[in-house]
């Protein structure tokens, strides 16, 4: 079987993904590529030729991009800072856009010791645990309401427990629930959410309405009930000098800020831009 090039395989990837609508079509041909030769991105160009089954296999993956199926769902992983966690059917994917909101989480815990985190909406448990590995002496508690969710996030939470990251202590619970984390009151270091924002009937990417939950995308009263009841947990766990940081969505730029601020005990109310421009998160510490 003669070996053939990969260069014009990732090519030809890149333009069928293309024309199929996919946001960026050589990037993800290029990670399906490394994917299915089992290496990392970057090194992709070491590998002039590869077999034809190779070629075979980075076809049938490319295809199903091609129909929009995410292509998370295809690697079976997801990046967030420093680790990589599982994701699929079930539960929702984590994107770059939150890179922001836990690069902002992480200087505000520098300096301090011990300090005690807690994520809200934790999902595949990828923020609990991108902390919980950046910073090995935290104490980081994370819930969700989804069981499915919270299946993904005990897979990930053992699987880098196995790696030698500090344990997380995940828990099942709404954070709607004035009682969430009682015990913790006044005591917490940081709290992070990203919760479901986006007002119903939105319009939103076929890799999104598709395959993520949609009770972990969608949320009443215009997609603001959920970060109100987060920003009401989250006053109620800081402690003095403690901050939180929420995510919502880009037409939430002035209304979720708004929610931070009634809070009179919240200060230094921000909101932040993503990596787009688009208005994404808001921050504020407890006075």
């Known amino acids: 079987m003669k070996r053939q090039p990969l260069r014009l395989a990732i090519l030809e990837a890149t333009r069928i993904l293309e024309d199929a609508g996919v946001a960026s079509p050589r990037t993800d041909a290029e990670l399906l590529a490394a994917h ?11 590998i002039p030729l590869v077999d034809p089954p ?14 929009r199926v995410p292509l998370q769902h295809l690697t079976g ?4 800072g420093d680790i990589t966690v599982g994701v699929g059917l079930g539960v929702f994917i984590p994107r770059p856009e939150t890179e922001l909101l836990l690069e902002w989480g992480l200087r505000l815990l520098k300096g301090r010791e011990y300090p005690v985190v807690v994520d809200l909406c934790t999902g595949s448990g990828a923020l609990a ?11 980081v ?8 969710a919270l299946a993904w996030a005990r897979h990930n939470a053992d699987a880098r ?16 629930d004035s009682t969430i984390f009682a015990e913790l009151d006044g005591l917490v270091d940081l709290v992070l959410c990203n919760p ?15 395959y993520d939950p949609a009770q972990a995308v969608f949320a009443p009263e215009a997609g603001l009930a959920v970060i109100r009841q987060a920003v009401a947990t989250a006053a109620r766990l800081l402690k003095p000098g403690g901050g939180m940081a929420i995510e919502h969505d880009d037409s939430h730029g002035a209304a979720a800020p708004a929610l931070v601020t009634s809070r009179k005990v919240l ?6 831009r993503d990596l787009a421009g688009r208005p994404r998160f808001v921050t504020a510490r407890r006075a």
Not at 54 to 67: E, F, M, Y
Not at 165 to 174: A, M
């Open 161 to 176: 427990a196995a790696e030698g990251d500090t344990p997380i202590r995940l828990y099942s619970g709404d954070v709607g």
């Open 141 to 148: 508690y994370a819930v969700d309401v989804d069981p499915n």
């Open 267 to 272: 200060t230094e109310v921000q909101d932040h």
């Open 36 to 46: 299915v030769l089992g290496v990392e991105r970057g090194r992709l160009p070491l």
């Open 196 to 210: 479901p924002y986006v007002p119903p009937g939105g319009e939103l990417p076929p890799e999104v309405i598709d």
């Open 77 to 80: 992983w997801a990046a967030l």
């Open 54 to 67: 190779v070629i075979d296999a980075l076809g049938q993956l490319v295809a199903q991009r091609a129909k």
């Open 129 to 139: 645990l991108a902390v919980a590995h950046a910073r090995r002496d935290a104490v």
